[in-house]
């Protein structure tokens, strides 16, 4: 049974988003919990699922999935497609937007900034910004071709 018309536009459009962050977070938690370990420079992840409860949280996620699938079908909430180019090409403009904070300008919200940290700092970052811009770009257009 559809319950579609119990909805308004907004109320729609809140409770599909709503609903689609917590799948998406269900993915992403899912491919946390298959690595044992990552490290990268300024982090490292240790999975410290106790063994043996992988099965718990497999179980408790499939009811969430199998949840979220009824209130899609029960109020005919439409799926979003989205491409990896567009998702990456998000998540680096988000990133390229925090870099533009993080220079000497940026990190004067934090405190002074000390004498010579713009020549220290700032080539590098600029540096590092116009990189994730060529990635950037290099998505946008990927999604471009497709």
């Known amino acids: 049974m559809q319950d579609s018309g119990l909805l ?16 998406q977070s269900l993915d992403e938690i899912a491919v946390l919990l ?16 106790p ?21 899609a079908t029960q109020f005919g909430l439409a799926a ?7 998702l990456a090409a998000a998540k680096l403009n988000y990133c390229w937007e925090v870099l533009q904070q993080t220079d000497s ?23 590092l910004a116009t990189l994730v811009m060529g990635l950037l770009q290099l998505f946008e257009r990927y999604a471009k071709e497709q």
């Open 34 to 49: 298959a690595r044992e370990a990552d490290d990268g420079t300024l982090y490292h992840l240790r999975n410290n699922l």
């Open 51 to 71: 063994p043996g409860r992988l099965e718990q949280v497999r179980a408790k996620t499939q009811a969430i999935r199998e949840q979220i699938a009824l209130l």
């Open 105 to 127: 300008r940026g990190l004067r919200a934090y405190g002074q900034v000390a004498a010579g940290l713009e020549q220290a700092l700032d080539p590098s970052v600029q540096r």
């Open 8 to 23: 308004n536009d907004a109320q729609r459009r809140n409770l599909t988003v709503t609903l689609r962050v917590l799948e």
């Open 80 to 86: 979003d497609e989205r491409t990896t180019c567009s």
